[in-house]
């Protein structure tokens, strides 16, 4: 299967006057199309980051410093910001996190909507149809009705809905979906989530998955990759992933979760916190917390290497004793 | 039909507030020391000539009837009579009435004229050289007292330059127009030192939103963004000020007119104020508070069209 998207080296540091904060740093993964990927993480990992750069959403003072971000043959580094701009949407979509904030309060789901469909030449009611069908995709009941309201009028779970019917008004070919259920009650994330993929099938998209919850990549991710501390350490098939985690940090992630099956272990968390990003670690990112770092891990970093078929890992350890 | 039951609702519920008004306006002048009839005819009078001015103008009778008598005379449109100008205090306050709504709408305009662009680009630029700037600016607006800056800016453009007149109004729209920009542009200076302030952190704060975050990774152009995401939003809370700076700037006509020698409201409320003219205070009390609901109106209909989530419970 051919890539749509490949991520090489890429670098996006934080320049400040005093500190460098390295948010992304050498970051390779592809996605392939149609399929879904996953990058899961903890919080400030650079996950969200990471995706924000393709398009040069990097929050400010981030500067890409190196690397490729080749979508479809093209590498969206080296374009100006008026030439992403044409691959912001409708290109590469995105849903954010918290559908509470995300969508603009003083404007009708309606007008949101044909902001994304501008500039395909369509006429007013032919607009106003296409909005109606989008949300009808979505399974927002009474489209005709709720079209023109606003979204203070709509609950969180429907606020997603509208979200995505609004980003995908504009047909993107990748869709980028950044923690899209963390926000929401349990019942709605898996409505949420077959929606996603059930999206995906019908309009023959590819997904990225940016998420903390590994049960979410478990349902919807073909291949996982895990950051820590603004890097790789882990890519695999998702079955791969679960069956036979190779970084120390993945292992400790699967461990902190709850079994479910009664056995009444309690949950093993990863002792201590990621390193901060400013400055330079020249070793292994999570060698302060790994169980099994040794002075090599500190002092040289781990590039990813082969760990099983398809599945590589930035570990010294790995196929030791790790 | 929503909006007109809004717009309604927020008619009648003026009402009473006018009614307290009205009370209030008619109470200042009966319980202020001095007697009307005295100061009218002069301390001079004979007692029959006063107690007779007395009974002509129902200033023997109980309050409640006075009162009466009053909201019956405004219902018949007859504001009584000013005693310094001897003719009807009606088509006294017409005659003024243009000078200061005309002097407020340019000082209004003037003021969101200054006021958005600069505080959208100090938000735009926050931290940056053009922020520092406009927020000195503001600053010194702020800081300076309009009386100080009319007689300044009346030095320079009226009596230095010559470009506008520094005092009346002229016959000719023309003349208006040109009389009114220097103490308009007084007026403004301050108003819009608060707007820029206010402009500033409201576009601080939306720029930051995840709702404009979103609106750019949809793949808009800046000037939509800018315009129907921030601005759009930022403005919500600007619109409240706006109309209390307005109506603020209407007290001030009462220090502006008299700078610039124009025949408005103002002045003639201190002029009425100074001879006892108490007909002509109430009219023009009443006005000024006629207008202060009015701009209440306005900002409410306003507001609701802004922003979509109010309703009026």
């Known amino acids: 299967m051919e890539n749509i998207l490949e991520v090489r080296n890429l670098k996006m540091y934080y320049c400040g006057r005093r500190e460098t904060v390295r948010a992304v740093d050498d970051v390779s993964f592809s996605v392939r199309a149609g399929e879904t990927f996953g990058i899961v993480g903890e919080s400030g990992c650079g996950k969200s980051t990471v995706c924000r750069t393709l398009v040069q959403m990097q929050p400010a003072p981030g500067k890409i410093l190196g690397g490729q971000v080749i979508y479809r043959g093209k590498d969206l580094t080296s374009l100006s910001e008026k030439e992403v701009r044409a691959y912001r949407g409708t290109e590469i979509g995105m849903i954010f996190q918290n559908p509470m904030t995300s969508l603009n309060p003083v404007m009708k789901i309606r007008d949101q909507i044909f902001e994304s469909l501008k500039g395909r030449g369509l006429t007013k009611k032919e607009m106003l149809d296409q909005a109606v069908s989008l949300l009808r995709l979505v399974d927002i009941p009474d489209p005709e009705k709720r079209v023109s309201e606003y979204v203070h009028q709509f609950s969180g779970g429907m606020r997603q809905r509208a979200m995505i019917a609004i980003t995908l008004a504009a047909r993107p070919k990748l869709l980028i979906a950044d923690e899209p259920t963390t926000a929401l009650d349990v019942t709605i994330q898996n409505q949420i989530i077959s929606l996603i993929a059930r999206l995906k099938k019908e309009l023959g998209m590819s997904v990225i998955v940016i998420t903390h919850d590994l049960g979410v990549v478990n349902e919807m991710c073909s291949r996982v990759a895990v950051m820590y501390a603004g890097r790789i350490v882990e890519t695999a098939a998702t079955r791969e992933l679960f069956d036979s985690p190779a970084h120390p940090y993945t292992k400790g992630l699967i461990a902190s979760l709850p079994r479910g099956d009664g056995s009444g272990d309690s949950l093993k968390p990863i002792p201590g916190a990621p390193p901060s990003l400013a400055g330079e670690f020249p070793g292994c990112a999570f060698a302060d917390r790994c169980p099994h770092a040794t002075d090599r891990c500190r002092t040289e970093r781990p590039e990813l290497r082969p760990a099983g078929p398809e599945h590589f890992a930035a570990c010294h350890l790995t196929g030791g004793n790790a | ?313």
Do not use: C
């Open chain 2, 1 to 313: 039909m929503e909006k007109l039951n809004y717009i309604l609702k927020r008619i009648l519920q003026m009402i009473p507030v006018f009614l307290i008004a009205l009370i209030l306006v008619f109470a200042l002048v009966h319980l202020l020391p001095g007697d009307t009839a005295l100061a009218v005819l002069g301390a001079k009078a004979k007692p029959e000539v006063i107690a007779a001015y007395r009974a002509k103008m129902g200033l023997d009778k109980p309050l409640i009837v006075q009162f009466w008598y009053y909201v019956k005379s405004l219902l018949r449109l007859d504001l009584g009579t000013s005693t310094q100008y001897n003719m009807p205090v009606l088509d006294l306050l017409l005659s003024r009435f243009q000078v200061t709504a005309l002097l407020t709408l340019m000082a209004t305009f003037f003021t969101v004229l200054i006021g958005l662009p600069l505080g959208y680009l100090a938000g735009a630029k926050k931290d940056r050289a053009a922020d520092q700037g406009i927020r000195a600016l503001a600053l010194l607006g702020l800081s300076l007292p309009t009386f100080w800056v009319g007689l300044m800016l009346m030095l320079i453009f009226g009596v230095r330059l010559r470009w506008f007149s520094i005092s009346g109004w002229g016959k000719t729209w023309q003349d208006h127009f040109r009389g009114l920009i220097l103490p308009a542009v007084t007026q403004a200076l301050f108003a819009a030192s608060v707007i820029i302030r206010n402009v500033r952190n409201n576009v601080v704060d939306v720029r930051s939103a995840d709702y404009v975050d979103y609106a750019r990774s949809k793949g808009l152009p800046p000037g939509r963004i800018a315009s129907m995401h921030i601005l759009r939003n930022a403005m919500i809370p600007t619109v409240t000020l706006l109309s209390i700076r307005i109506i603020s700037m209407l007290g001030g006509t009462v220090v502006v007119e008299n700078i610039y020698s124009l025949q408005g409201m103002g002045a003639l409320l201190v002029g009425a104020v100074e001879h006892r003219d108490y007909a002509v205070v109430q009219g023009t009390v009443l006005v000024f508070i006629l207008l202060v609901l009015f701009i209440n109106l306005v900002t409410d209909i306003i507001y609701s069209i802004l922003d979509p989530r109010i309703t009026l419970d």
